[in-house]
């Protein structure tokens, strides 16, 4: 059997961005692993091919070991097509079998199909695929989950994070922790990796929850960290108030106070500021005293522009989106239920910023302009890559290339209106 990952069609992506438009949306993280890592688990997949929109392909292969975009996975096995919004175990699917399509709502959440069935199907492209099958398999209405929006992932993550804590099956300490420091709850709940050096003067608090640290994390002093908590690889917790609920990726840089938020990797909020229910992308600089509001004086649900149509989150405790390779300034300060586009560079007003901040743009006096140009903050993007040890390739710049023109419209009209303010 072959598992195959997709997640369109582009409505149904485009309710991830920011997060979605550099990555599909299984790679985005829940808990200690991504959505797509569960999804590979549950189905117990050895052979995993992958289909994501043309303009991320040559990025996205060369992060991956499965075949990507080739139409040739489509025959020769049978087939579990998953979408990848699917929340792994809310679903219980046959891995093989009689072929039919699942959907949830509106939206195809998988096609199982066997190799007898595969002469009825158009294999020319994954749409084409996956339209076929609808058209001659059987469909089932399921009552699995799937995330719809980006800020319903930030919000399961902590449940997450137990959960996968159990099924990872790891605890003890084999890393190094210097005295004092101290551990709170039960030592059954605390995984720290090889690698790990916790600092003295550090608390790890499992008593509300498993604590997981992976290899490489550094732990400075005056650090407290509570459960549910996940730490990526190689990550510095600098004197941080880590909340319950947060799900780091690797190589990130974290000081003040991060509360139920998720950041997938390779971002830095290393200094004071208030981070709460928030999604972080990569390549994220929050800078000195950022802070997010996530919460709205009349504990009303948090109201989010998503694709410039205004959504009812449902909940109460949302804070901000930041898409990937996004700068703050000093003092910035960022609305309830803030959408901030990606390779967007903003700088503080000293007031609470407009709740909707569109992909490439430069954030001057609260105004939206062209600044210096997309070039520029390639070459920042670039600089920051290569001190990480990680490359920005011709394949990295032709994605991004793309993802400018796909959020030129959004732009546009937010530099426009920014002309007829400061006219």
Known sequence: MRLILFDGPDEVRAKFNPL???RPVWELRCGITSLGEKLVAQFGAKDVAYFVPAYMAEEYAAKVDGKVNDAGTLAGDDLLLVHGSLKAGSLD??????????????VIVYVRVSRADLSKLDAGSIDAFIASAAKSLPKVECKGKR?????????????????????????????????????????????VAPGCQIHPMAVIDAST???YLDEGVEVHPFTRIEGPAYVGRKSILLGTKLREGCSVGPVCRLGGEVEESVIQGYSNKYHDG?????????WVNLGALTTNSDLKNDYTSVEVIQNGKKVDTGSNKVGAMIGDHTKTSIGTLMNTGAMVGSMALIMATGQPLQKTIPSFAWLINGIVTKGFGRKALYRTAATAMQRRKQAWTAATEAMWEAIYELTA???????????????
């Not at 208030?274 to 990569?282: I, K, N, S």
């Not at 546009?412 to 002309?419: C, S």
């Open 209 to 211: 929850g498993p604590v």
């Open 274 to 282: 208030f981070l709460g229910h928030a999604y972080v992308g990569e």
């Open 93 to 106: 699917v046959a891995a093989t079998g009689p072929g039919e399509v699942g959907t949830i709502g509106d």
């Open 20 to 22: 979605s438009l550099s």
């Open 409 to 423: 419209a959004e732009r546009n009209e937010a530099i426009k209106r920014g002309r007829r303010m400061s006219s």
């Open 147 to 191: 995330f719809e929006y980006v800020w319903e992932i930030m919000l399961e993550s902590p449940h997450q994070i137990i959960e996968d804590f159990k099924v990872a099956g790891r605890s003890g300490i084999e890393g190094k922790i210097e005295e004092p420091s101290a551990i709170r709850g039960s030592k059954g709940d605390v995984f």
